[in-house]
């Protein structure tokens, strides 16, 4: 099988050639390899191969399996694989390896998806960007120099440059809505609890990170997530499994009230400019929807941005110290003595700070949320509103400058983490972490189901994702509004075929 023919299809498409008789698993699995082959040495996707390994499974797999052996990417943080490495993009666990396979891993074998390998993530998936300094920075395939955002980014690239047609991702504040929106992919973040996490952790970011994938089309999103739902018997949410994800794309959605916003309240404490192009990328979507008989409004979330993006970065302190001390045990290595950045060392200093009184009354803030968004969906089936600012940055861009972490450093100093949090510092980092990306941590508090659909392309030639977020449960619904305006733009073989076309080598 060719390059350029294996990456004329989706996942379900491909599938269907193998259960024709039309190629073999085989035959699928080279192609994914040759295809790694080709484009990871200028694009950094994959960390490592298990290519011996994936060529046994292909042949083990059960013949009715739905993807029909289907090459996928697992991401190199929470989906272990027993016995294999798992860095979560860093240097502290290059030797570290998972003693069981996931449950996501598990599910995703028993569909049908042979795992070629694992998607580059920064260091601990901490960033909206990928720039670990353990491994080299994937590029964005629609643009050289260009960042594909994170932490999914590798999945996002791989996906988009035509490696595999879907990538296995997770998601804890946007990491699989906003890679898909700056490479011009589809990226279904679930409701909290649709799909287990790993085994030994529960959950994760107190339930804010849910695991699922980026994809090209809508259907492969869909026949996924039919496989993988529904709880694990230790699992911390009685979510149970659902049937019906794909029968429902074949249903148009019912009329809807949807909610138009740029997301203003969650981006006016950190000085968000949304820019015109994005505008122009949600406002044609509003459109779309108009035309499909949905009555559309502007509405903003009825939140408190700056108090989500407060509550969001204490959370995100406190669970990085414990985060640290546990690869500290791990590895039988001192917190102080890590191979860790200088910004992930400097941020668990701060965590280590915190009072148990501050995290439970950063969390309250997300019950508070929830109920007013639920209060919103009482008038709103939907929300339309932004995934990032802007498209794209820069490589190197967002990563934090040398200055900024040699002030990071000064926290070693004793005393000098607690003066930081009573000085605002927190404030500063929010600021620097999210101003470009503040819209999507509102559905990883809510638990809310929330997606990125490829609505538009700007004048600069990359890709602008919009975000659509419905009510918490309703993922079926969502995916019946992403299925039709899939059928508007024709994305998943116009966008990533135009991205094929930038680097053919």
């Known amino acids: ?11 379900t498409g491909l599938a269907e050639l193998v259960r024709r008789g039309e190629i073999s698993r085989e035959e699928l699995l080279e192609a994914a390899l040759n295809a790694i082959e080709r484009r990871n040495k200028a694009l950094h996707a994959v960390v490592r191969l298990r290519a011996e390994k994936a060529r046994l499974e292909s042949r083990q797999m059960a013949d009715d399996a ?27 666990l290059m030797s570290w390896c998972a003693l069981e396979d996931a449950p996501l891993i598990t599910r995703s ?38 960042s594909p955002g994170g932490s999914s980014g590798g999945a996002a690239v791989a996906v988009a440059s035509g490696m595999v047609p879907l990538a296995l991702a997770g998601d804890g504040g946007g990491s699989i809505r906003i890679p898909a929106s700056y490479c011009g992919l589809f990226g279904f973040k679930p409701s909290r609890g649709r799909v287990p996490l790993a085994p030994g952790v529960g959950e994760v970011w ?54 138009l916003s740029l997301g203003e309240p969650l981006g006016r404490s950190l000085g968000t400019r949304v820019s015109a192009e994005v505008r122009a990328a949600v406002e044609k979507t509003a459109a779309y929807l108009a035309d499909m008989g949905h009555e559309v409004e502007w509405c903003d979330p009825p939140v408190n941005g700056e108090a989500l993006v407060e509550s969001y ?25 890590l191979a860790i950045e200088p910004s992930t060392r400097a941020i668990g200093r701060l965590g280590a700070r915190l009072s148990a009184r501050a995290y439970e009354l950063a969390k309250r803030e997300w019950f508070v949320a929830a109920g007013q968004m639920s209060d919103f969906h009482q008038r709103y089936d939907a929300l339309v ?29 004793p005393g000098a983490a607690w003066l930081a949090l009573k000085g605002g510092l927190l404030k500063r980092m929010a600021a620097d972490a999210l101003s470009r990306t503040p819209f999507t941590q509102l559905a990883n508090f809510t638990g809310q189901p929330a997606m990125s659909v490829p609505m538009h392309i700007g004048a600069n030639g990359l890709p602008i994702g919009v975000q659509i977020v419905g009510r918490l449960g309703e993922d079926k619904q969502l995916m019946q509004l992403a299925f039709a305006l899939e059928q508007q733009e024709n994305w998943q073989m116009h966008l990533p075929r135009q991205a094929f076309r930038v680097r053919e080598g």
């Open 385 to 413: 509103m932004p995934v990032t600012a802007d498209t794209a940055p820069r490589l190197g861009e967002l990563y934090p400058s040398g200055a900024r972490e040699k002030l990071m450093g000064l926290l070693a100093i």
């Open 109 to 146: 074998r028993a569909a049908g998806l042979v795992i070629v390998g694992q998607s580059v993530t920064p260091e601990l998936g901490l960033m909206g960007i990928t720039e670990p300094r353990a491994f080299p920075h994937p590029v964005n395939p629609w643009r050289e120099g260009y």
């Open 1 to 11: 099988m060719r390059c350029d023919e294996y990456q004329r299809f989706d996942a």
């Open 66 to 92: 739905f993807f029909a052996g289907v090459p996928t990417l697992a991401k190199d943080l929470l989906m272990g694989l027993s016995g294999e490495p798992l860095t979560s993009g860093s240097a502290a």
């Open 313 to 337: 970065l204490t959370l995100y302190l406190g669970h990085l110290a414990a985060d640290l001390e546990w690869i500290s045990r791990q590895t039988h290595t001192p917190v102080h003595r």
């Open 206 to 259: 107190q339930g804010a990170v849910i695991e699922h994938a980026i994809t090209r089309s809508v259907r492969d999103s869909a026949a996924l997530l039919e496989q993988i739902n529904g709880m694990t018997p230790a699992g911390p949410y009685p979510v149970l499994r659902e049937t019906g994800y794909l029968a429902a794309l074949a249903s148009p959605a019912k009329p809807q009230r949807i909610a």
